[in-house]
């Protein structure tokens, strides 16, 4: 069955880099986009970014000067990479399976930015 | 980007209908999704395509609208369906509504 699982660190420091690992199964990254959607604490999601299955990405243009996103097929994980962390960059991150919308989400991780 | 809008909240008793509305800020044509979010999940895919129900949930739950304006109706309501609703849009970039809390009296 379609899996997605985060992991990652629960703390970040101020103006530090997050980095996250998406691990799926049941599908093949080259058939499927991931995305990465972040949900702070009581509010909306919020788009971060795209993983195509023809490994080319997109990027909500509020993030793309501090957001990468990379795969490993060979692994299936896909990668999240976003520098200049700020305490409203705090809450849940999710991947999810890309068809347009999400069809398959992940549990979450939880990311504090504190000092 | 393309705002959607929603409505903070609504409450209902078990057995009514309800509609649960979004409006974008221009056109997403039939590009809307909703989701399901209980406390401490991940939201759960209900409609794609502004009006396609999504395997496995229960056909009290439908879409429609296109455009601008779009609803999600549930009926009828029962107690397990207390939990936050937010739409999505997919035709100009990605960007999800705010949500409504559902509350069943």
């Known amino acids: 069955q379609v899996q997605l699982k985060e992991s990652g660190p629960g703390l970040v420091q101020p103006s530090e880099t997050l980095s996250l690992t998406c691990t799926v199964s049941?599908?093949?990254?080259?058939?499927?986009?991931v995305s990465w959607v972040r949900q702070p604490s009581g509010k909306g999601p919020e788009w971060m970014g795209r993983?195509?299955?023809?490994?080319?990405?997109a990027y909500n243009s509020a993030l793309k000067s501090r957001l990468s996103i990379s795969r490993d097929t060979s692994k299936n994980q896909v990668f999240l990479k976003m520098n200049s962390l700020q305490t409203d960059d705090t809450g849940t991150y999710y991947c999810?399976?890309?068809?347009?919308?999400?069809?398959?989400w992940g549990q979450g991780v939880m990311v504090t930015v504190s000092s | 980007d393309t705002v959607l809008t929603q409505s903070p909240a609504l409450a209902v008793s078990p057995g009514e209908r309800v509609t649960i509305s979004c409006r974008a800020s221009?056109?997403?044509?039939?590009?809307m999704h909703w989701y399901q979010q209980k406390p401490g999940q991940q939201p759960k895919l209900l409609i794609y395509?502004?009006?396609n129900l999504e395997s496995g949930v229960p056909a009290r739950f439908s879409g429609s609208g296109s455009g601008t304006d779009f609803t999600l109706t549930i009926d009828p309501v029962e107690a397990d369906d207390t939990a936050t609703y937010f739409c999505?849009?997919?035709?100009?970039?990605?960007?999800f509504g705010s949500g409504t809390k559902l509350e069943i009296k």
């Open positions: 395509g502004a009006s």
């Open positions: 999810t399976r890309d068809d347009d919308y999400f069809d398959y």
């Open positions: 993983m195509w299955y023809d490994g080319d990405t």
């Open positions: 999505q849009q997919s035709w100009n970039d990605l960007t």
């Open positions: 221009e056109s997403v044509s039939t590009g």
């Open positions: 049941g599908f093949s990254l080259t058939s499927y986009s």
